[in-house]
């Protein structure tokens, strides 16, 4: 009788042990768990921060410190005297918000493959059983460990993987900052070909009201027909409610400039304008494939892509290999204490994940026939910009060397006339209007070769070390300047 209550007792304890055992082990795991904190949506404080934004805010003179230190050739960076084109992109890199939203997306794919490659959680397995028959020892205790060994080698492959993802996305970060980069040059082009365009219409007006002043004392004394001195004022109210409309389209340029550059419409800046469109480059264009494939932004997120889909396959090929499973663990049965170890390998002959190799493989073949497609398209859209180009720089050298001169020595040679007491009203009139209108002509040509020439350079890409910025130079996660990556050929 002592010895059942002796061997009932040793039970019990063994049990309370293994409880206790169990216990700790789950306050060690959840120990290590991450908790969860609500983040309430603050529109009111982003609303703020908006508003406050300026060109000299920290995190653009940062960027602009940092680029300074990377390119010793970029002028100093000074919106104090007026934000220029080059200026505006560097802002924009900083604060447009579509910029934001693709560095966060980046940002995702680098939690992934920072957090990708690890091994399995080991799972912890407890059996009780108690023999309901009267027996010296009723209770059967087995604790066991399973873990899972990667000797397939499929986790490393993994983290290669996930890498590849992430400096595809990274890609798709810097062809997007190239096209907002291309955008602010579009939005430039229009809003200073506008200010050109106001500047000549603000000058016509003065020159008619010079003009008025004589016509309505020829037509008082007599010396003019109230039908041809009409005329001047029928071209001046023209002309005043063209520069209303005209106006008006520049704020609204404007207001697409500040859009951009992810600035509020009444944030405190001016934009300084020298001549139409943005300052040219002196880098000669190279539209040859290999040139492409080395600077397209197009071509490096398609090929970027496609070395994603070669991971993919291989990591499915690799998946076919099977990993080992073994569980280790200790059970006492009949008062005898026992060491398990259990060992498992699964057989590839059925499965061997031949669904997961097959669309793997087929997409391989989409992201060759997408880079194939993109280079196709990419070359003949080179050529389509290339004559748009060749054909507005004709027609602006053109307006600047044969039809500027003409009708400029044609309104000096009628107001030659004039001062010699010889008013042709109709010549004059007619002078000064072809006058206007070629160098309207003129600004609106320069506009077109100005946007012509940004439609190509977003085409063939950034050369290398050229522009007021690099591409994929903002940190995906913090929105902050960084030293530039060259991760898989997504950074130059």
């Not at 071209?235 to 697409?256: F, G, M, P, Y």
């Not at 007021?468 to 996660?477: D, H, V, Y």
């Amino acid at each position: 009788m002592r010895r059942s209550f002796k061997c009932s007792t040793l039970g019990r304890s063994r049990l309370r042990l293994a409880s206790l055992s169990m216990a700790g082990l789950i306050a060690l795991v959840a120990g290590g768990c991450q908790s969860y904190e609500r983040r309430p949506l603050d529109v009111t404080g982003h609303h703020a921060a908006f508003l406050a934004r300026t060109p000299e805010s920290p995190e653009v003179k940062a960027f602009a410190e940092s680029l300074a230190a990377r390119s010793p050739d970029i002028s100093g960076f000074d919106p104090a005297d007026g934000v220029t084109c080059a200026e505006a992109e560097v802002i924009a890199l900083v604060f447009n918000a579509d910029l934001r939203l693709a560095r966060l997306r980046a940002g995702v794919t680098r939690a992934t493959a920072e957090n990708a490659g690890l091994w399995e959680d080991p799972t912890i397995g407890v059996d009780l059983t108690r023999i309901v028959q009267s027996t010296p020892e009723p209770w059967k205790v087995f604790t066991s460990v399973g873990i899972t060994i990667p000797i397939s080698g499929r986790l490393e492959i993994e983290k290669q993987r996930t890498g590849v993802e992430h400096a595809a996305e990274l890609a798709r970060v810097a062809q997007r900052e190239w096209s907002v980069r291309m955008s602010i040059r579009r939005a430039w082009s229009e809003w200073s070909a506008l200010d050109a365009q106001l500047a000549a219409t603000r000058e016509f007006l003065g020159r008619v009201d010079q003009i008025l002043a004589v016509v309505d004392k020829m037509e008082q004394a007599g010396e003019m027909a109230r039908t041809e001195a009409r005329l001047f004022r029928i071209e001046k109210a023209t002309k005043a409610a063209e520069l209303a409309v005209l106006e008006s389209r520049a704020q609204e340029a404007n207001l697409r400039l500040r859009q951009l550059m992810g600035m509020s419409p009444d944030a405190p800046l001016q934009f300084q304008a020298s001549g139409v469109g943005p300052a040219r480059a002196s880098d000669s264009r190279s539209t040859d494939a290999s040139e492409l494939g080395r600077r397209s932004p197009a071509m490096l997120v398609v090929a970027a892509e496609y070395e994603a889909a070669e991971k993919a396959l291989e990591l499915e090929v690799r998946k076919q290999y099977p990993d080992l499973h073994i569980g280790p663990g200790y059970g006492r049965e009949d008062g005898q204490d026992q060491v398990l170890l259990g060992l498992s390998i699964p057989i590839p002959i059925l499965n061997a994940n031949r669904q997961g190799i097959a669309e793997a493989r087929a997409r391989r073949e989409v992201a060759q026939a997408g880079a194939e497609t993109t280079l196709e398209q990419t070359i003949a859209a080179v050529r389509a910009a290339e004559v748009r180009l060749a054909a507005a720089a004709r027609r602006r050298q053109t307006l600047e060397t044969e039809i500027v001169p003409l009708v400029d020595a044609q309104y000096s040679d009628a107001r030659q006339v004039a001062r010699l007491g010889e008013v042709n009203t109709l010549v004059l009139l007619e002078s000064l209007t072809r006058q206007q209108e070629a160098k309207v002509g003129l600004v609106e040509a320069a506009r077109d070769e100005a946007i012509a020439a940004v439609d190509l350079d977003e085409l063939i890409g950034l050369a290398p070390s050229s522009g007021p910025a690099e591409m994929g130079s903002i940190n995906p996660t913090t929105n902050l300047p960084t030293a530039p990556t060259t991760t898989g050929g997504a950074r130059r």
